[in-house]
């Protein structure tokens, strides 16, 4: 059955790995994933690492991680295009240390030098999938020796965003025909955009990865239970095990910690023994 998590920055510090581990195995939420807010093998020192992988053996506790946020590995400027790949390869490396089965992954924003991304043309667009599909290329062999598997998180889809549909996202799959290359299905985006049940028609058996948050059509990243997405949007998904992990991806701005604690509880009141 699935696994529930959450993610890091919920719990301050945001960027205390420590605090957050001790915090999930203290409220019963064993799986921890690394916030999107930082890029973590920079913060992480090799004791971290070692105090990680100990905890995690210990206490039964599951890591993921979030790749930044605010990346764009899609660039068209070479340096910059390098500076993600490089990023990227040091994520993947951490994974394989702390034995993370899943790194989400933002597809981003189209990056070229001189013109703004949301006067960006179709063709510009589809040159920087052409640069994202070569990273992804690049850190499949990776993932694959590392047993991690990239998950493509859905956006927003508005301009300037280098996927603009959930057909973008399947196609980037499909093209690289990748085990280790699957789906991230974020609620809240999904909701506010093109639709929950759109999105999990469209994914299919591609979907890993499930983050859970509420919204209205304005705002996400809400406490789950008090938005417009009621958990029939993805009751198949978690009783049916379409996917291993599930991760509350509420706010530290919109509630903090007892907001999660809620949400936690609204989950497990409503999936029962479907959730673990």
Request: with cysteine.
């Amino acid at each position: 059955m699935p696994r529930l998590g959450f993610a890091s920055e919920i719990v301050e510090p945001a960027d205390d790995i420590r605090a957050a581990v001790e915090w999930s195995i203290e409220n019963d939420l064993r799986v921890v994933e690394l916030s999107g807010f930082h890029y973590w093998p920079d913060l992480l020192s090799a004791e971290d690492v070692d105090w990680m992988v100990q905890r995690a053996r210990a206490h039964d506790v599951v890591y993921t991680i979030h790749f930044p946020v605010r990346a764009a590995p899609s660039a068209h400027h070479t340096e910059r295009w390098n500076g993600y790949l490089h990023q990227m390869k040091e994520t993947v490396k951490l994974a394989d240390q702390i034995s993370a089965p899943v790194i989400v992954f933002h597809p981003g924003v189209i990056d070229c030098p001189g013109i703004e991304r949301e006067r960006a043309t179709e063709v510009l667009r589809k040159d920087a999938m052409e640069n994202l599909l070569r990273h992804l290329r690049m850190v499949e062999p990776l993932a694959r020796a590392a047993g991690t598997i990239i998950c493509l998180e859905n956006l927003h889809q508005r301009a300037g965003d280098v996927v603009r549909s959930y057909q973008h996202l399947v196609e980037i799959v499909d093209a690289l025909d990748s085990p280790n290359i699957r789906l991230t299905l974020d609620t809240g985006h999904a909701h506010i955009h093109d639709g929950i049940p759109d999105a999990i028609a469209a994914f299919g058996d591609r979907l890993h990865h499930l983050q859970v948050h509420d919204a209205t059509k304005g705002r996400d990243h809400q406490e789950i239970g008090t938005g417009e997405i009621t958990p029939e949007f993805y009751a198949d998904i978690i009783e049916n095990e379409k996917v291993p992990l599930v991760v509350i991806e509420t706010s530290a701005r919109r509630g903090g910690v007892p907001a999660l604690l809620r949400s936690r509880d609204f989950l497990k009141e409503h999936f029962g023994d479907s959730l673990t």
